[in-house]
């Protein structure tokens, strides 16, 4: 595993965290996600990135990573970075979503609770909530990591202006770090678009990028079709709508690249995420073993010549998907 430092003062990440919205809930076999999280941890891969509504049903993975923290992993603890994050719904009335202080401090205990834990290492607002004033948002995220309860604290999805804003809040807060996850993958580059990646950069804050391979779409899971046991099949994402004939023919493009670059497409995609220095670290999800060590290899090729890069571009650049665009 190769290691970058999210900003400034942020903690050592994988390049590669393993991610666990989907496959780690009551639906999936505890046996497989076992077998997953141990060997994300041989491989280096030593940052789970959960929230607290991922299931099923909403608090379904924090239970089921928990479970498998207690009983396999609890004396590395100080070698696994954990986070979580509160915004979505949880429970029902005002107090039950959003970025309110009541909703954050009390969605961190209940996720501190299912996992058995007493800190997160990174705590994150899970999205903008446009009617709570981000100065209590932030408030409560300082309050978090000075109760000892988070490490660190994050935004998800937050746009450039948004973020920095919050930037400034965290320095007269004097907390010391803030940790961005964005969504990025080659079909869906609106941190580009928007700037935050650049401003990232500059106020050398750590950018926790996630779904390198758009859901899956960007990998060989549909080439052939919608295989029975893939997340379209199964009614989770990416919805099948998406799977054109279109998209196919520009992938059946892109997996001629990766083949010339002796890569899977899944592989061309993780390292494409990773080329860029200021992404700390890209958060995949796997349904297997298999994919998971397929994926961490891609860690040993991410250079690009700049035709790979124009030939990637010129076959997705006007075909992007608004996944999670603030
Ligand atoms: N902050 C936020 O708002 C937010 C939102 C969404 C996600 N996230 C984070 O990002 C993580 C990753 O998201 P994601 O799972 O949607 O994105 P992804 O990593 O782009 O896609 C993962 C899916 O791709 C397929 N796949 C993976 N490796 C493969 C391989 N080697 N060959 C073929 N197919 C492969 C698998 O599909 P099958 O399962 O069908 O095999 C897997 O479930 C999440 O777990 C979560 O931690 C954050």
């Not at 959003?98 to 205990?109: E, F, Y």
């Not at 209590?136 to 988070?150: D, I, N, P, W």
């Not at 007269?172 to 964005?182: A, D, E």
């Amino acid at each position: 595993m190769k290691y970058r430092q999210a900003g400034d003062a942020g903690p050592l990440l994988p390049v590669v965290s393993l991610g666990l919205w989907q496959r780690f809930g009551e639906d999936g076999d505890p046996l497989t996600q076992r077998a997953i999280i141990r060997g994300a941890l041989e491989l280096g891969v030593n940052h789970f990135d959960l929230a607290n509504n991922y299931g099923p049903p909403p608090g379904g993975a924090e239970i089921r990573f928990g479970k498998v923290l207690q009983s396999d992993l609890k004396r590395q603890r100080d070698s696994i970075i954990i986070s979580t994050k509160a915004g979505y719904p949880m429970w029902p009335g005002p107090h039950g979503a959003g970025g309110t202080r009541k909703h954050l401090l009390a969605s961190l205990d209940q996720s501190l609770g299912r996992m058995g834990l007493d800190y997160v290492d990174i705590f994150y607002s899970h999205r903008r909530d446009m009617d709570t004033p981000l100065e209590e948002t932030m408030s409560a995220l300082a309050l978090a990591v000075r109760q000892g309860k988070a490490r660190h604290a994050g935004i998800s999805s937050y746009n450039v202006a948004d973020t920095h804003t919050c930037i400034q809040i965290a320095r007269r807060l004097n907390m010391p770090t803030l940790i961005h996850q964005p969504s990025y993958s080659i079909v869906n580059r609106w941190i580009e678009e928007d700037g935050l990646l650049d401003a990232l950069g500059k106020e050398r804050v750590g950018c926790v990028s996630f779904a390198p391979m758009a859901q899956g779409l960007l990998s060989n899971r549909y080439l052939q079709g919608i295989s029975r046991d893939s997340r379209a099949a199964l009614g989770k994402h990416p919805k099948p709508k998406v799977i054109t004939v279109d998209f196919l023919d520009r992938l059946s493009l892109l997996q001629a690249l990766a083949d010339r670059r002796g890569q899977t497409l899944a592989q061309l995609s993780i390292s494409w995420a990773l080329k860029d220095q200021r992404v700390t670290s890209t958060a995949i999800g796997v349904s297997s073993v298999a994919q998971l060590r397929e994926n961490v290899d891609a860690i040993n090729s991410v250079q690009f010549t700049t035709g790979d890069l124009s030939e990637i571009d010129d076959l997705f650049l006007d075909w992007q998907m608004n996944m999670w665009r603030p």
